[in-house]
C-alpha cells in the first residue's frame, strides 16, 4: 500500500494511537488489532523520548495521570525501545494497515529511520522546529503537515522548505483545541490550502465526532486523521476529542459512501432502466372521468390524470384537447393517440 497514491480522489483514514497504549507495547499490539476491523488505511504512533523533547517544567495539559508526578515522567513511560516499533510496524504490514509516527526529537526521527518508516506526520507543535525538520528532510520520506497552531507566514515558510528539499507533503488542517467545537474547524482552509499550494490537503480532527471527518471528506480531504479511544471517558488527554474503535469503522463506511457518490455523477438526461420502469409506475397518464361516445371532441373537462403512465402521458394534454374520438371509451379509459383524429 502507498498511502500517498490516491486514486479518483480516494480519501486516506489515518487512525491515531497517541498514547492510549499508556506505554504498555502489548496494549499498543491489542489497539492494532482492534483498528484492523475497522479497515483503515493506517494507523498512527507517537514517537516520544522524554530527555530529548521535554525538561521537569513542562506543564501539563491536562493533569489526568496518577502514575506520574510530571509530564517529563510521562513521557518517559511512553517511551519504546527500537525493537518494539520495529514489532509495531510489522504487526501493522502484516494485516495489509500502513504505519506512521509522529517524531518529536532527533532521536525519534533516527529511530523511525531505521525501522524503515515510509512516511512521517508533523505534529502541529513541531511545525517551527528546524532541528526536527532537518532530520526528517534528509530521508526525503513524504510529511503530512498538522497546521494546528499555524499562521499562514508559518506555513508558507515550511512549505517553502518542503519544496525546497523536494518533499511530498500534504496540509493537514487542524485546530489545536480539545475537543474542537464545530465552528472552531477551519474546514474552509482545505479548500485555500489546495489552491495555493497546490498539494495533497487533510484534516486532523479533535472533535470527537465523526460528522467533522465526513465533512471534510465531502470537502475534497486526501487525508483525514483521528484519534482513537475505548470511550471519551477513558483516562487520558485526548480521550474527550477521539473517536471510539466504533466510532471510525463508521467513519470509514461513511467515507467509501460519500467516495461512492462523489465518484459516479448522474446524468439527469440519461435515464437508466431503473428509473425509466419507476418513471412508468410514478407518473401519470390521461384517462377519460366519463363514458365518451364515438365522434366526440375532447374537452378538457373530459380527462384526468392517473396513475400508471401507459397511456397518453401528462405532459401530452395540449396534444389532446380538440381532438374527435374514433371508438366509443368508458369511464377511466386510458386515451391512445390511435383513439383519436
Known amino acids: 500500500m502507498n498511502l500517498f497514491n490516491l486514486k479518483k480522489r480516494k480519501c486516506k483514514i489515518i487512525a491515531e494511537v497517541g ?44 493533569k489526568f495521570s496518577k502514575k506520574d508526578k510530571t509530564r517529563y ?4 513511560r511512553m517511551e519504546f525501545s527500537s525493537k518494539e516499533w ?12 500502513e504505519f506512521i509516527s509522529s517524531p518529536f526529537s532527533k532521536k525519534a526521527v533516527n529511530i523511525l529511520n531505521k525501522i524503515n518508516i515510509k512516511y512521517f506526520k508533523l505534529a502541529s507543535g513541531e ?17 503530512l503537515i498538522s497546521t494546528g497552531m499555524s499562521d499562514f507566514k508559518e506555513i508558507n515558510k515550511i512549505v517553502k522548505m518542503a519544496k525546497r528539499n523536494k518533499i511530498k507533503f500534504a496540509l493537514l488542517q487542524c485546530t489545536s483545541k480539545y475537543p474542537c467545537k464545530a465552528k472552531d474547524l477551519g474546514l474552509n ?30 470537502l475534497g480531504a486526501n487525508f483525514i486523521e483521528v484519534h482513537v479511544t475505548y470511550s471519551r471517558n477513558h483516562f487520558g488527554p485526548d480521550s474527550s476529542s477521539s473517536l471510539t474503535f466504533e466510532e471510525i469503522s463508521d467513519l470509514v463506511k461513511g467515507r467509501d459512501h460519500i467516495e461512492q457518490i462523489i465518484n ?6 440519461k435515464l437508466d ?25 375532447i374537452k378538457l373537462s373530459d380527462i384526468e390524470l392517473k396513475k400508471p403512465n401507459i397511456g397518453i402521458s401528462a405532459d401530452n394534454i395540449s396534444r389532446v384537447i380538440g381532438k374527435k374520438l374514433i371508438k366509443k371509451i368508458n369511464k377511466n379509459d386510458f386515451l391512445k393517440f390511435s383513439y383519436l383524429k
Not at 515522567?73 to 518517559?76: E, L, Q, S, T, V
Not at 482552509?189 to 471534510?216: M, P, Q, V, W
Not at 459516479?264 to 438526461?269: G, I, L, Y
Open 127 to 143: 511545525i517551527n522546529n528546524q532541528l526536527l525538520l532537518n532530520e526528517i528532510f534528509k530521508s526525503k520520506k513524504p510529511l
Open 189 to 218: 482552509n482545505i479548500g485555500i490550502f489546495r489552491e495555493k499550494y497546490k498539494c495533497l490537503t487533510g484534516f486532523s480532527d479533535h472533535s470527537g465526532s465523526i460528522y467533522s471527518g465526513l465533512t471534510a471528506i465531502s
Open 273 to 297: 432502466n431503473i428509473l425509466k420502469k419507476h418513471r412508468k409506475i410514478f407518473t401519470k397518464s390521461i384517462v377519460v372521468n366519463k363514458n365518451l361516445c364515438k365522434g366526440h371532441i
Open 19 to 62: 498514547q492510549l497504549h499508556d506505554g504498555k507495547i502489548k496494549v499498543a499490539h491489542n489497539i492494532i488489532k482492534k483498528l484492523s476491523k475497522s479497515k483503515v488505511d493506517a494507523i498512527k504512533f507517537q514517537t516520544h523520548y522524554a530527555e530529548e523533547e521535554s525538561t521537569l517544567k513542562e506543564p501539563w495539559r491536562v
Open 73 to 76: 515522567d510521562y513521557w518517559k
Open 264 to 269: 459516479n455523477p448522474v446524468n439527469k438526461n
Open 86 to 97: 520495529a514489532s509495531l510496524k510489522k504487526y501493522c504490514e502484516a494485516l495489509g494497515i
